[in-house]
């Protein structure tokens, strides 16, 4: 609705100069004829109409000056008859005074294009009112700016057209965040168009109502899609177990994972062999609290991973493992009897050695072949990836090294911890123990003597373990412990220094055999020396063993694996 503008203050002044010229008039009248007391009264009824007027006047020109939006009206030619002070604001000019002589192309000076303007011209003649019509200005600075513009033609007596006028509102904040937020979305939108993974929306009861367009590398329309329950996409082996996690987000899980299904592909899809892709899904519930504060399900979201690939990589890693277990099953199988023919040629010829003394040596090589079959025995049996337990490996080896020799009235006696060991050290422990073993069978117990023979295992406060072995028999002789000769003795030092331990003997009373040693690795060692929170690396500077250089988690840690 229209409210009076400049025109109607000019009428309402000629209004009041015509009052006021009556009023004069009746006045002049009066006093040529004094005593008419009804043209007084009119005199005075007219003077209040034209303070009426005035007043009128008054509070127009207040609301056009400060009026929230701009206040105009212009020529057909192109030039301002008037406009208030916000338009003025709006268009970077001081006051409306400088707008008017200032601007007098409005097509040409303040429009980006000036076919603009006769565009808006033509649209005003048609329709005689224009409402929110939104274009592109200049302001005098010549940033550009968004107005939208309320426009009716006024025409003059002669039915021509005499001037347009109209209000203007400045949206340029809303129109810029109009184009970030379109630039926006077509950013994302461009994103999805590039993305692998299938990114969907679902309403309450499963039906798509957004898909990305991945899904359409697997021969589906976007829009033949819109509307259907998202199961129908899965074989239909799989869809009522998807049904079943799909329904955990109502029932308090809002998150469904890690579920596998084969995707039904549409008649364009040209993948390998046109099989079936497995997908990987994940999917979360999207909810609103209601007035009486109790969630509602509104829907999911989620997104579906073609996995394919991976399960053919997992399918052929699993069947290369099953081909190496095979040969490695066979591979033990072939070095148990290997081993066993090895024990069998040693036995045939201790039994035709010519002297005691080279049957004697005969028979501590086999106890050293038999130590080796049963720690490869154990070996094989284990299934805790690089260690091995050692209750179970004292036991085979006491088993094997007493076999060698007369021992019914020998007792043994365990006292055993299972202490996991590191592979790397099984073979130099279990020879160490057979070494010990072997001597106290050999020399504790002369001429069938009776006796007890212990082992003791256990783990000491800082990490490291103790081994203990124990007879009661005649002990060693001074020498030998004092000095470590003899063969046997100086290959029990020498494994003892394979395993970083400390090796301690006593044959005063029979004989005891201590071994103090690290059953871990090296690389767990170094590991567990690191600071929790930073600090110094003790591996700086480290030597590596040249037996334990190439193990793959040194590798790894290289970077030679990749």
């Known amino acids: ?63 056009f000056e400060q009026a929230p939006v701009g206040i105009f009206r212009t020529l057909p030619s192109g030039g301002f008859v008037s406009a208030n002070g916000n338009l003025a ?16 192309d409005i097509a040409g000076q303040l429009y980006v ?38 426009l ?22 809303r129109k810029r965040a109009e184009e970030a937020l379109a630039a926006s979305e077509r950013m994302f939108r461009q994103m999805l168009r590039w993305m ?6 679902l309403d309450p009861e499963g039906r798509i109502v957004f898909i990305s367009h991945a899904v359409t590398r697997y021969g589906h329309r976007v829009e033949g899609l819109l509307g259907r329950d998202i199961r129908e996409l899965a074989r239909p082996g799989d869809r009522d177990r998807l049904r079943r996690r799909l329904a955990e987000r109502r029932t308090g899980e809002r998150r469904t994972s890690g579920v596998e299904f084969l995707l039904l592909p549409g008649p364009g899809f040209t993948g390998p062999d046109a099989s079936p892709p497995v997908m990987l899904l994940e999917a979360e519930g999207i909810y609103e609290t209601d007035a009486d504060g109790d969630l509602r399900f509104l829907g999911s979201i989620g ?6 690939r991976r399960k053919l990589a997992e399918e052929r890693l699993t069947q290369s493992l099953e081909a190496k277990e095979l040969l490695l099953r066979e591979l033990q199988h072939r070095v148990k009897n290997n081993l066993q023919v090895l024990l069998s040629l040693i036995s045939l010829t201790a039994s035709r050695a010519p002297t005691p003394e080279a049957a004697l040596v005969c028979r501590e090589i086999q106890g050293y072949v038999r130590c080796m079959s049963a720690m490869h025995a154990l070996l094989s ?27 019914e009235g020998v007792a043994p006696h365990f006292d055993l911890e299972d202490i996991p060991l590191h592979m790397d050290k099984a073979l130099p422990f279990g020879m160490l123990l057979n070494e010990l073993l072997t001597n106290t069978f050999k020399h504790a117990f002369p001429d069938g003597r009776p006796g007890r023979v212990s082992v003791g295992l256990y783990r000491l406060d800082d990490g490291r373990a103790r081994l203990t072995v124990a007879d009661d028999g005649v002990g060693y002789d001074d020498g030998v412990v ?3 000769l003899g063969v046997g003795m100086g290959l029990i030092h020498g494994l003892a220094g394979q395993l970083d331990g400390e090796l301690s003997l006593d044959g005063e009373i029979g004989s005891r055999a201590h071994l103090v040693f690290h059953p871990d690795g090296w690389q767990d060692r170094l590991q567990g020396a690191l600071p929790p929170n930073g600090g110094p690396d003790p591996r700086a500077g480290a030597s590596i063993p040249a037996d334990e250089d190439q193990e793959p988690l040194a590798r790894v840690r290289s970077g030679q694996d990749g």
Not at 1 to 29: F, K, N, T, Y
Not at 124 to 147: M, P, Q, Y
Not at 152 to 173: C, H, K, N, S, Y
Request: charged fraction near 30%; proline fraction near 1%; hydrophobic fraction near 40%.
């Open 1 to 63: 609705m229209w409210r009076p503008d400049l025109l109607h203050m000019a009428l309402a002044g000629a209004l009041i100069l015509g009052v006021l010229h009556h009023l004069w008039s009746v006045r002049g009248a009066g006093r040529r004829g004094s005593g008419r007391t009804e043209d007084q009264t009119r005199v005075q009824a007219l003077e209040r109409k034209v303070d009426a007027l005035r007043r009128i006047k008054a509070r127009y020109k207040n609301f």
């Open 89 to 104: 604001k709006m268009l970077g000019y001081a006051s409306p005074g400088e707008l008017m002589e200032q601007v007098t």
């Open 113 to 150: 294009s000036s076919g603009q303007r006769a565009e808006m011209y033509r649209k005003v003649l048609a329709e005689g009112v224009v409402k929110n019509l939104e274009t592109n200005l200049r302001r005098r600075d010549g940033e550009l700016i968004w107005l939208s513009l309320s």
């Open 152 to 173: 009716r033609v006024v025409r003059d007596e002669a039915g021509g057209i005499g001037r347009l006028e109209g209000f203007a509102v400045d949206v340029t904040g």
């Open 196 to 201: 692998r993974d299938i990114l969907y929306r």
């Open 303 to 308: 997104m579906a991973r073609d996995i394919t």
């Open 381 to 407: 049996r284990a299934r805790a990836g690089d260690r091995v337990g050692l209750a179970d490996m004292v036991r085979d080896i006491y088993t094997a090294a007493s076999g060698l020799f007369a021992t």
């Open 482 to 484: 004092e000095c470590g």
